[in-house]
T-cell receptor
Framework: KAGVTQTPRYLIKTRGQQVTLSCSPISGHRSVSWYQQTPGQGLQFLFEYFSETQRNKGNFPGRFSGRQFSNSRSEMNVSTLELGDSALYLC??????????????FGQGTRLTVV | QKEVEQNSGPLSVPEGAIASLNCTYSDRGSQSFFWYRQYSGKSPELIMFIYSNGDKEDGRFTAQLNKASQYVSLLIRDSQPSDSATYLCAVKRGTGNQFYFGTGTSLTVIP
């Protein structure tokens, strides 16, 4: 059973540019969440998509957006990149609608460096 | 105040000892609690979760939950060098799959 696949693994972008990250969840999983991981802040929740609808959203500026397709694959977009956006972006795949005991399976992440 | 707080460590224990990792959370509405392990350069992987007060054991790992004190812990018995990693505490509440993570505790098991 394939795991969560994130592409690309590494990205280097210049300030002001935009970037799109992709995530393919585990087959059968309909929930995809995105997290930003930095050394100082740890994992911070960006948003969650379920059945192509954004269900939850964290406290990030509107420059961060996402979407989910009918096959559950998800993309995350960051516009007008800032140096502080440099981080590891993790995608998490979950099976169900969000029961309290539903775990998240993480992809390997995309390491974004903004220069 | 952060949703989930952990001592960042580093925590060092000798091989074979018990490692104790602690976590506190601020929202009393939190209902389920997860421990993830993250090796350097890798993604987090689930160790176990707990949702009832008391202890839950899984092999060498024991999770402990005290909702009155808003406290979760993870004990690792017979620690091995392969347990050296960062341990992340996460809580969940309400609907959806939103997790609130602590910043993690770095554990080193010394052979």
């Amino acid at each position: 059973k394939a795991g969560v696949t994130q592409t690309p693994r590494y990205l280097i972008k210049t300030r002001g540019q935009q970037v799109t990250l992709s995530c393919s969840p585990i087959s059968g999983h309909r929930s995809v969440s995105w997290y930003q991981q930095t050394p100082g802040q740890g994992l911070q929740f960006l948003f969650e998509y379920f059945s192509e609808t954004q269900r939850n959203k964290g406290n990030f500026p509107g420059r961060f957006s996402g979407r989910q397709f009918s096959n559950s694959r998800s993309e995350m977009n960051v516009s007008t990149l800032e140096l502080g956006d440099s981080a590891l972006y993790l995608c998490a795949s979950s099976l169900g609608t969000g029961g309290l005991y539903t775990e998240a399976f993480f992809g390997q992440g995309t390491r974004l460096t903004v220069v | 105040q952060k949703e989930v707080e952990q001592n960042s460590g580093p925590l060092s224990v000798p091989e074979g000892a018990i490692a104790s990792l602690n976590c506190t959370y601020s929202d009393r509405g939190s209902q389920s609690f997860f421990w993830y392990r993250q090796y350097s350069g890798k993604s987090p992987e689930l160790i176990m979760f707990i949702y009832s007060n008391g202890d839950k054991e899984d092999g060498r790992f024991t999770a402990q939950l005290n909702k009155a004190s808003q406290y979760v812990s993870l004990l690792i018995r017979d620690s091995q060098p392969s347990d050296s990693a960062t341990y992340l505490c996460a809580v969940k509440r309400g609907t959806g799959n939103q997790f609130y993570f602590g910043t993690g505790t770095s554990l080193t098991v010394i052979p």
